[in-house]
């Protein structure tokens, strides 16, 4: 069982910087990836990076590459995503997940592909 916990979300004026962290309890997560989503009210949950455990190879959607990066520290069992240059459509409640076994990168872009879930943080960014 892996429980994330995320934090480090809130409120930014557009061009701000905000660093989310999930924290892997348990047990030292030795799965195939972690990866963020976001979701805003009235939209499905959308992909916006992910990073795999054991190669660090990263990958991010469109919207964000140049102004998030997905990161991980093997000591603190934590991945982060530093957000730079936050837009106000950047808005959205953030959630973390981790999946156990080797995926595709297409298949790891859908949430249904993971297997455990955060509880999510509010990111919003005013204009």
């Known amino acids: 069982q892996v429980q994330l916990v995320e934090s480090g979300g809130g409120l930014v004026q557009a061009g701000g910087s905000l660093r989310l962290s999930c924290a892997a309890s348990?047990?030292?997560?030795?799965?195939?990836?972690m990866g963020w989503f976001r979701q805003s009210p009235g939209k499905e949950r959308e992909f916006v990076a992910f990073?795999?455990?054991?190669?660090?190879?990263?990958y991010y959607t469109d919207s964000v590459k140049g102004r998030f990066t997905i990161s991980r520290d093997n000591a603190k069992n934590t991945v982060y995503l530093q957000m730079n240059s936050l837009k106000p459509e950047d808005t959205a409640v953030y959630y973390c997940a981790a999946v156990l076994t080797s995926k595709t990168t297409v298949v790891l872009l859908r949430p249904g592909s993971y297997d455990y879930w955060g509880q999510g943080t509010q990111v919003t960014v005013s204009s």
């Open positions: 348990g047990r030292p997560f030795s799965g195939y990836a």
């Open positions: 990073i795999k455990w054991s190669s660090y190879i990263t």
